[in-house]
Nanobody, 118 residues
């Protein structure tokens, strides 16, 4: 499976972006997730969505980011509102193995840069 992430860019603080991650194969049975990595920091889980649509978020983005999925399009989205400079990072989509939603194994997208200016 290949994952193609898109939608990053430069935005002012308070602005919005929507990231997309398109898979080359069916992902309906998999959880999916978005991670991010800022310069000098470890990669962190931003948001995850189960195969049945249950979601979870890191505390710092709760109420601002929304993860969703469209299984027919084999795509997961990350809607980011009220962006802050500290959201600046490379964002990666992740497809973990079926049944292991917390695993870092599986497939990773190539990353898309999000830069939020103050």
């Amino acid at each position: 499976v290949q994952l193609q992430a898109s939608g990053g860019g430069l935005v002012q603080a308070g602005g919005s972006l929507r990231l997309s991650c398109a898979a080359s194969g069916s992902v309906s049975r998999n959880a999916m997730a978005w991670y991010r990595q800022a310069p000098g920091k470890q990669r962190e889980l931003v948001a995850g969505i189960s195969s049945i649509g249950a979601t979870n978020y890191v505390d710092s983005v709760k109420g601002r980011f929304t993860i969703s999925r469209d299984n027919a399009k084999k795509t997961v989205y990350l809607r980011m509102d009220s962006l802050k400079p500290e959201d600046t990072a490379v964002y990666y989509c992740h497809l973990p193995p079926i049944g292991y939603p917390s695993s870092l194994l599986g497939y990773w997208g190539q990353g898309t840069q999000v830069t939020v200016s103050s």
